[in-house]
Nanobody, 117 residues
């Protein structure tokens, strides 16, 4: 089992910045990918950014050039969000993908990010 705890959400004005953090504990030795997803009101959950255990990254087109995902080995993953827009308002979820003993996703409880115009 993997436990994920997010922090860093809040209210910010458009153009501002926030950094989200996700701390992992438990059976993290088989983590292959870490990432951030978000769900805006009335919308489906969508991928924001992912980083592999090897360090390769991938971003949603809507956040490229504004958001940066980074990690501290597999114990922590961060999302630096700059130039925030009102459309970035959502609940942000940390996600870990483990390959053993079975392949499965783990999710944090979510942290609210609200960007005011």
């Amino acid at each position: 089992q993997v436990q994920l705890v997010e922090s860093g959400g809040g209210l910010v004005q458009a153009g501002g910045s926030l950094t989200l953090s996700c701390a992992a504990s438990g059976s993290i030795f088989s983590i292959r990918r870490m990432g951030w997803y978000r769900r805006a009101p009335g919308k489906q959950r969508e991928l924001v950014a992912v980083i592999s255990s090897g360090g390769s990254t991938n971003y949603a087109d809507s956040v490229k050039g504004r958001f940066t995902i980074s990690r501290e080995n597999v114990k922590k993953v961060y999302l630096q969000m700059n130039s925030l827009k009102p459309e970035d308002t959502a609940v942000y979820y940390c996600n870990y993908f483990s390959s053993a003993p079975i392949e499965r996703d783990y999710w944090g409880q979510g942290t609210q990010v609200t960007v005011s115009s």
